[in-house]
């Protein structure tokens, strides 16, 4: 059990400076901040002058752009990005605008193309965003198109398989301002995984107020109740440079709140199934799952050639990793796959978000390995890879026909009764815990970006 001033250490072995050792906590003060913060379109229009055009955004993922020519598109706000893959295999981004009379260029969420035509009126540029031809160039002056009007490039770059474009040209390089340290996502071979499911979906809140409510777990036993047979709800939290923060959610494990410590009920034996152990062979009590379901894993990781889980900890094997990139991304983090979480601030309304969450899946050729269960995936589901999905959308008003899952459903719900009540005037502002410190943390540098110390 933790208390504030003894946070949790899930592998107290660790060595300083391993991935899972519990890093010193970084002192965010505890001022409490004032909660216009999530809803006043002021604030709203510092972060698109300060904010947003001066950090790493995650676009995509490089497996959705395998070839030359493969594009994808993705809206931040009012802006759209268009990410190409070239023909010498680097990626490059532009703004998704023709420099003609600014129609989007690429209509679609992704595609192929040897040349991008614009739809206005066919002017077309290449894969490097250079114009290639402008129709009935004879009818503009000379001087008007001599600098050959191509797509606008802004910075791009990648890491371990993620995609980030920067609108800054001042802000320093991606591995210099990613937070985490060397191999932290390179070990998961986000790359080799698919996007086997995306989902985008409108909700009624802040970006913020989306992120606080899946950067911590002390909701778990009030909101999700559901997860406290198999999951811990007081997690690992670890602040990185940045704005960086993770947590560590042990998983296959009782929360200590259960009373019965012991048993191995039908949902410890679905997980270890889930690792394709029989849990009749179990001789143990449910407190020697989690180590019992890691070491199975491992067994089946070698059995199946899976060479990425020798570069992972016992607790990767089982837990969730779910790391937070500042500003506004969350990912899960399995050994199986990964869910890429991005809350993505609505162009004009500071109380909208557009929560986009990708489900990403190693897939493994074999009979006896399947997708697991928890990753909660539609039956029918493309698992090799081969197709990618269209992204489904939902409006806030459409919400009733998203299949999101009962645990996002609760949070649905939740999210948007926090942002009404951050807006009452009995409300003082929020007061974070030692478990909420992500939130704090990630705050705190958001207030460095809009004060100019950033
Ligand atoms: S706006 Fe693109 S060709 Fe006219
Ligand atoms: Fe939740």
Same mark, same amino acid.
């Given at each position: 059990m933790l208390d504030y001033l003894n946070p949790i250490v @899930?592998?107290?072995?660790?060595?300083?400076?391993? @991935?899972d050792a519990k890093r010193p906590t970084v002192n965010n003060g505890l001022d409490v901040l004032d909660p216009s913060r999530y809803y006043s379109r002021e604030f709203m229009q510092k972060e698109w002058t300060h904010l947003w055009p001066r950090v790493w955004l995650l676009v995509g993922v490089t497996p959705d752009i395998p070839e030359a020519g493969d594009y994808l598109t993705f809206e931040h706000g009012h802006e759209s990005f268009l990410v190409v893959r070239q023909e010498d295999n680097s990626i490059k981004a532009f703004y998704n605008v023709c420099p003609h009379r600014a129609n989007r260029i690429a209509l679609n969420d992704s595609g192929s193309v040897d040349k991008f035509t614009c739809a206005f009126h066919g002017w077309k540029f290449g894969k490097d965003g250079k114009l290639d031809c402008i129709t009935d160039e004879e009818s503009f002056h000379p001087q008007l198109v001599a600098h050959r009007p191509s797509m606008t490039e802004l910075r791009c770059d990648q890491i371990g398989g993620l995609i980030f474009v920067n609108?800054?040209?001042?802000?320093?390089p991606l591995r210099e301002w990613i937070g985490l340290p060397p191999g932290y996502i390179e070990n998961y071979e986000i790359e080799k995984m698919h996007v086997v499911r995306h989902q985008t979906t409108e909700w009624m809140a802040n970006w913020k107020t989306g992120l606080d409510g899946f950067v911590e777990t002390y909701h778990l036993p009030h909101i999700h109740p559901q997860t406290q047979s198999v999951m811990e709800d007081q997690s690992q939290l670890d602040t990185y440079p940045n704005g960086f923060q993770r947590m560590i959610v042990p998983i296959c494990t009782k929360s200590h709140r259960v009373g019965d410590q012991t048993t191995v009920d039908a949902n410890l034996q679905f997980m270890m199934r889930e690792a394709g152990m029989d849990p009749a062979s179990y001789t143990g009590d449910a407190s020697g799952v989690r180590a019992a379901v890691q070491k199975a894993k491992r067994e089946r990781a070698a059995r199946l050639g899976l060479t990425h889980y020798d570069k992972l900890t016992d607790g990767q094997l089982t837990d969730s990793w779910a790391t937070g990139f500042f500003p506004n991304v969350q990912i899960g983090m399995h050994p199986e796959g990964v869910f890429v979480m991005r809350f993505v601030p609505h162009p004009t309304d500071p109380e909208r978000f557009y929560y986009d969450n990708m489900i990403m899946f190693r897939y493994v050729d074999d009979p006896n390995y399947f997708v697991p269960a928890w990753m909660g995936l539609p039956t029918n589901t493309d698992i090799t890879g081969m197709t990618r999905p269209k992204i489904e959308r939902h409006a806030a008003d459409d919400m009733s026909n998203a299949d999101l899952g009962e645990v996002l459903n609760q949070d649905v719900e939740l999210i948007a009764s926090v942002q009404k009540g951050s807006k009452s005037r009995g409300f003082r502002g929020p007061l974070w815990s030692e478990q909420e410190s992500r939130i704090r943390h990630y705050q705190r540098e958001v207030d460095r970006y809009l004060n100019g110390e950033k």
């Open positions: @899930l592998n107290p072995s660790a060595a300083a400076g391993a @991935l609108m800054d040209g001042k802000a320093p």
